[in-house]
């Protein structure tokens, strides 16, 4: 999940917290499986107009040779440990020379694509925070000796920058190791033999993905943010379903969502674990929604009756909220000011997409309302009914074969994605919807892996497999090709270079929201 | 200690590991004396061409305010601790605002002098290591929390500056504090009081600088060097005696030297302790022998019979190695190549004041050797009456009424002031010197606080004990004009902004070969 750079900051609120359901959370907190990582080679990051963000890595020297060399003021180099890590740094330090009469200063730059071994981080001028730029300058007081940086990286590039010793020693680096950590168990994960390579090596990058994100909850990004959003959950889960199976892990990322609510019972698109746990202050109403579905998920997938008991009146309570959103037409009230996520574009309105999440979710609750005997479910049927019928006569434009969005009747990608995935046309109609939505290409398009996620899903679902894969092939494919080791935030194959921070050096490129071919590819057998 | 830029490497020696010896100093070790220190007042820094190197340090706000104020990106300010302190940084941070979204990225800078916050250590360019300027950049990921800094540091100033933290959230600083160490147990020291108000305050600052220089050894400086050098050794333990009486703290010193001699037994100029015993490849010819004489002081003071009896030999060694290097008429032989410290100054030419050093130890030696019944007592003193013959003979120009050293007859303060503590003259001949050195103010002047001290003591032992405290308060208590908290390692007072680092940035203002006037004014009564 990425925020606007219009933010969310609510002054005064109040959150509840429910103890019975922080403790369960709490109970289901995963061990971290632990493993170690060491540097493959020395590179050489050089310009190439070619390269994604125009910079290349290329293999200069092998590391066996670390030992044997050393350093001294102003010497630099940069390691490369094959693939995206993440976890902890080691590395033993030795004095060349005469005993060090001074501190070693050391820098250390951790990237995950050569983009940030390249491009000097004091460049960096965006909106977001540039303390997520991983850097460390340390100074080390005693050598020799080994060295353990506290805080946890995401990269698969190290560069060490020798900033000084003294005129009478320098320095060499043994046992340089990462200590990785993930709760999802590589073991578990059912071996992928497709026929197409490149979904084969799509579906490998994918499930990398997924594990690097999976720690103690399900991340965001491990590099940048680092947080338990609802609308990455809710495809971390899908995958893991598929792969790793921690469904102990999707369990207690319900119960800590279902911990904080605000006062009115809604539930915060995203949580802060440590050092302990708070709801952010940003609400969003297709994340709110996607509680249920997560929930759905979960209980069709684990059939998990208690949880289902347990948190049903959270997942009734986010449609509640969602339903006083109506205007008197059955029509979510559209503004300036409400904060519904859908997709990264500034100018995407909100109120389609929003209105087509609604129908998807109350119809999942309705299948939940059933199996738990609720006395909603009629409640929730005939609303359903009334918000499909106004979605018709107020979204759907005949003419145009487009559900629109807004006062200014937009048409644009994720409203004809989520109202096909909400199943508001029939089936047929809604291959058309999608076929005319591939032909004519309206301008407000697509940005995130997250919407592409949702993009290929509808395309699968109007029984588009060929398309579906083609357009997971020209996405996530192309990501490959630009040298994607777990899956990027962010990616518009048509324009490289953007970022909506303005910087790709703040870029994530291991997020989790962009995982999810793995999902796609096994659970529909693309 | 300082050391020169022509720096001794030595490739290949022999270390002796002496395991008894370095076992006894490590059942020495002391438990350090840890205490607590806060910020005293908000400071800014001025210019003011008036104050030592241009800057000057305004209280503006107590820090009763601190936890009342909120900082976000660029912001920063400086907190004055009142004093000279050394230790560990503690301090909670408090995020105000919505829960931290991202890292903060505080950027904290460590300064003894006002100098330090005004100039920024980008602009260091000196030979020495930048890694001695006390910065560090941290990140930290979990807020609110205690923060705890690993390393030491040394200082009176703290600047902050919050280099980001994020659109949503500021921070907020409480409970800052810096865990004090030190090995001098400030209750131990009898009051002085002095009917001369700058002596008193001399006194109060030479004490307050060994305190702080007193870790689990005698360390040079705590900011820089932090090392135990012979040469400082010597003096600190002598201002020890008259204050702190940590006798075991020298008695663990000697030991450590004597345990890690080289294989023709010298002991070296400097010790690391961390993370083992190591002696630095620098000897030097007066150092060494300054092994004898400070085994001399503590056993004068300390009548620690064992220790003599078991370190004796290791002394003996130190003057057997500095005879080697007579030459057929008994005088050191000079060259460009030999290492004795003396004084940091370029042009010193060091036969005459090392030749001054060798006489001065050969006399304490021979006290030793009569109270061990030596059977070396009478070599001793046959090769001291040879040596004063020939000082006499090839050094002494009775024309000049000086000493001269080197091949240039070079007339420098360096040399009067050590022949005259060696007692080469008479009393009668050794005032008139001291008369005449002041008087026709040589060229080849002082420049440390190491060298001042020596001159203060020859003027002691002429019985000058008038000018001894005038030169004492022209240098000491001009420093204290200059706004010392503790006593510099280096001072020119007429010319204040002499670094031979380069850059004031680098030195060390809390210095312990700079607090021996508490010794001078206790000891000598003046």
Known sequence: MIENVKIQKIENRTVKRIEPFIMQAESLKPKLIK??????????????????HGWKAISNRSVVETTSLNYGKGDQFILDFGTHQV?????????????????LHLKLTFGEMPVEMAEPFKSY?????SSWLQEENIYVDVLPGRIELPRRYSFRYIKFEVVDTSLKYRVAFDNIECHTVTSGNKALVKPLS???????????????????????VFEDGPKRDRRLWLGDLRLQALVNYETFENNDLV???????????????????????RPSLVPDDTYLFDYSLLFVTTLYDYYFKVKDHETLVELWPTAYQQIEIALD?????????????????????????????????????????????EILNSDKLSFLEKRLQDIVEATFQHLWKKDKGFFVSGSENQISWATQIWMV?????????NNQLMHRLLLEQP????????????????????????????????YWGEMLKDGADTFWELYDPNNKDYSPYGSQLINSYCHAWSCTPTYLIRHYNL
């Open 443 to 474: 301008v407000i398009g697509l940005t995130t892996p997250y919407m592409y996620h949702y993009l290929v899903e509808a395309l699968i679902l109007v029984d588009e497999k060929e398309k579906a894969v083609n357009q997971l092939k020209a």
């Open 35 to 52: 493993d170690v990582a060491t540097p493959q080679h020395f590179v050489e990051v050089v310009a190439d107009s070619d390269a994604m």
């Open 194 to 216: 497709h026929s197409d390579p490149i979904l084969n090596q799509i579906d490998k990058v994918s499930i990398k993905t997924l594990q690097d994100c999976m720690q103690d």
């Open 251 to 273: 369990k207690r990322c319900l119960y800590l969502f279902a911990g904080v609510p605000n006062n009115k019972g809604e539930v915060a698109a995203n949580l802060f674990i």
């Open 87 to 103: 976890g902890y740094l080691q590395m033993d330090i030795r004095p060349i020379g005469s005993p060090p009469d001074a501190p």
């Open 421 to 429: 995935l909400a199943e508001v046309l029939d089936q047929k109609e």
């Open 125 to 129: 001028d965006g909106w977001i925070s």
């Open 325 to 369: 959103r109506l205007d008197d037409r059955n029509i979510l009230k559209d503004s300036d000011d409400w904060w519904s996520f859908i997709d990264w574009h500034e100018k995407l309105n909100k109120q389609g997409p929003s209105q087509a999440v609604l129908i998807y979710t109350i119809k999942r609750a309705i299948k939940l309302a």
